[in-house]
């Protein structure tokens, strides 16, 4: 049993030192009595106080605010209302805890907590630092000396002396100061010093061991508060605890560590499985894909306020441990909330974009896209800054500073900084990624690295060049791996002997090969006359290769571009030399009987009329895809009897007479 309080209930608080020197009066029965008797008047006072504290002060008056007009009334305000919290701690709420009585007896202790100085702690934790400072306060009034309340100033006597008094008013013999304040709303009042309260907590540990010197109504009310929990953890189930759990450990009882492991593993699961959404959305559309990304912000912000709930109130974690969880839930609270919004402007933009009229590659996608990542970024720095407000750092004042400072440091880096601004877009916009293949100015390399400062091209050569991020940017980029298609580009010359007829057949072999060939998009394919060179008839060759890699590019090119040679040599042409060179031997000339053939083909088509200039019709262009045989037949890559095993050989004649019967073009 505890030695400060007598066997028969008394809330007076008694010292061991009491008992053995008659602080109990033989006979026990009849002191008893008396104590009764006095803690049943205390307790009508107080509760009478209580009810007066939580209406208002008054029926007439209801909304007149404490006295604390004097350092008189400042400590009576504060002993009165911490009593009464004691009174309904002891013969309200431990019997019978709820969540209302909770809520009405911390309204009632926010009144003692109004009467200190808090402005030296930061916002996020002058709650739960006030109450645990007003707590220590009064258990430190009550075990010293304390001047009679008619030796305390009060308003008249402030009032007495010239300038309405001295500013402050230390307890005699202590370091606890009443301080007026000078300006804003609360002008004029008597508060505890902020120097009181960042002592708070060490001035009790020197008087902890001390005996009481006024009636309290509930003896070790910091131990209780210390040991217990909130409206969810009874007073009767902390005390049915073993001893060993109710052992104190870093200032709290072993049970709150315990509750407080466990609260942090129940939000690590629910982390991890938000965590393991979050990772579903890479192969969904964007909007999905976006949406899936604020599955791990919003289970932080849900799981931190219920972590820091339980842990403050119903754990009641309490000293410096109090104090770290409470900054780091507003901390982690301002974190997530700037994350949510870096990770909502997407979904804001992907939804506007999913609207029929905006194409998801246009302009105006990408507009939208940088224009809610700005806000984006906005937000995300506004939420930051309310956060280190909160926590007491002095955000618009480095604002303020860097607007000066800011200005030199940017002219002194400017360099550095336009390289980081530089890698922030490349960041953003993605021309290129590593191990992309790209050309950057008249070079082409391997993307190896992208950094903050520069970026890493790796050559075919195999060097290695560093560039800036700032002159990259600069720089007009062509990303050669994002391409769908790879282009054939060139230009066959012809030699002029060519005839009309000649070239015209060989036009309309090569069209039949691009149109006819599996692997070339059809869509893409021009076969122009385009002009008379220096030596030669010029033909531009395009067509696209529907592959991204490059090797199998050139295996495409290299089968297309010996099937050309084929037919510039079945059409009874020739390729033009691009020199001057004098001859002295007799010109041999294209071979007659198959430029006769090649005109009579021609020929025949004009008769028929399926001549395919300019172009082919669009049945013609239809019956002429995938008659080419690819892999060309004989090769290694085509199977035995396989597609392509019966087509007509580069080499075969043509047939004039096809061209016309049932719409079909000649092969």
């Known amino acids: 049993m505890d030695a ?71 400590l009576k305000t504060f002993l009165d209302t911490m009593d009464a919290v004691g009174v309904f701690l002891a013969d309200e709420y431990r019997p019978a805890p709820s969540r209302a009585k909770f809520n009405h007896m911390v309204e ?17 934790v002058r709650v739960k630092g006030g109450r645990a400072a007003a707590l220590s306060l009064y258990e430190v009034l009550n075990r010293i000396k304390l001047p009679p309340l008619d030796q305390i100033p ?28 000078g300006s804003g709303p609360r002008s004029g009042e008597f508060l505890f010093s902020a120097d009181t309260v960042a002592r708070a907590e060490k001035s009790f540990e020197r008087v902890r061991d001390l005996p009481y010197r006024r009636p309290v109504p509930v003896a070790g009310a910091k131990e209780i508060v210390v040991n217990g929990g909130g409206w969810m953890i009874s007073p009767g189930l902390v005390e049915a605890m073993p001893a060993s759990l109710r052992a104190p450990l870093a200032g709290q009882a072993i049970w709150k560590w315990i509750g407080f492991a466990l609260v942090l593993a129940a939000s690590m699961a629910l982390l991890w499985a938000a965590n393991h959404v979050f990772r579903l959305g890479g192969d969904r559309n964007p909007f999905v894909h976006a949406l899936t990304q604020l599955a791990l912000p919003v289970s932080i912000l849900v799981a931190t306020p219920a972590v820091g709930y339980l842990a403050l109130v119903q754990i009641n974690l309490l000293g410096e441990v ?13 974190l997530a909330s700037a994350w949510l919004s870096w990770r909502l402007a997407p979904v804001v933009a992907e939804a506007i974009i999913t609207a029929p009229s905006i194409s998801s590659e246009s302009v105006d996608a990408h507009l939208i896209r940088v224009s809610a990542r700005l806000f984006g970024i906005f937000g995300s720095a506004a939420f930051l800054a309310m956060g280190a407000d909160r926590l007491g750092v002095p955000v618009y004042g480095i604002v303020a500073g860097l607007g000066v400072g800011g200005l030199a440091i940017a002219l002194a880096a400017q360099p550095t900084i336009e390289n980081l601004i530089g890698g922030l877009n490349l960041f953003a916009d993605r021309p290129i990624r590593v191990g992309d293949v790209c050309k950057y100015g008249d070079e082409l390399g391997t993307v190896e690295a992208i950094g903050i400062r520069s970026t890493r091209i790796r050559g075919f050569d195999r060097t290695l060049t560093t560039i800036p991020n700032a002159a990259l940017a600069k720089m007009p980029i062509v990303n050669y791996t994002r391409r769908d298609q790879i282009q054939i580009q060139t230009v066959l010359r012809l030699r002029y002997k060519t005839t009309p007829e000649q070239l ?19 869509d893409t394919v021009s076969v122009r006359f385009v002009g008379f060179g220096e030596s030669s008839l010029d033909i531009d060759l395009h067509a696209c290769v529907t592959t991204r890699e490059w090797g199998a590019f050139l ?45 009579a083909a021609v020929r025949a088509w004009r008769d028929e009329g399926s001549l395919p200039f300019p172009d082919f019709s669009p049945e013609q262009a239809r019956h002429l895809r995938g008659t080419v045989a690819f892999p060309p037949p004989g090769s290694a890559a085509t199977p035995a009897g396989g ?23 000649p092969h």
């Open 154 to 181: 009060d308003a008249d006597q402030l009032a007495a002396h010239a300038g309405g008094g001295a500013p402050r008013w230390v307890v005699p013999n202590t370091e606890i100061a009443f301080v007026r304040v």
């Open 643 to 665: 597609p392509g095993a019966h087509a007509n050989r580069p080499s075969d004649p043509p047939t004039p007479g096809d061209a016309g019967r049932g719409g079909e073009a």
């Open 555 to 599: 295996g495409v090119r290299e089968d297309i571009l010996l099937r050309v040679m084929d037919i510039v040599e079945e059409g009874g042409a020739a390729f033009a030399f691009p020199s001057r060179t004098l001859y002295r031997a007799r010109d041999q000339g294209p071979d007659e009987d198959r430029a006769r053939a090649a005109e």
């Open 4 to 74: 400060r309080r007598p066997s028969c209930g008394c809330h007076q608080s008694v010292s061991p030192d009491m008992v053995t020197t008659g602080g109990i009066e033989p006979p026990a029965a009849i002191a008893c009595a008396e104590n009764n008797f006095m803690r049943r008047l205390r307790v009508v006072l107080f509760l009478l106080f209580a009810a007066t504290i939580a209406s208002g002060q008054s029926q007439e008056h209801p909304l007149k605010p404490p006295d604390r007009s004097s350092p008189r009334a400042a």
């Open 108 to 124: 009632v202790g926010e009144i003692a907590v109004e009467g200190l100085d808090l402005s030296a702690l930061p916002p996020a």
């Open 504 to 522: 015209r057949y060989v036009l309309v072999r090569i069209r039949e090969l691009l149109l006819g060939h599996p692997r070339i998009n059809p």
């Open 322 to 334: 109090g104090i770290a969880v409470d900054v780091a839930t507003n901390v982690i609270m301002f």
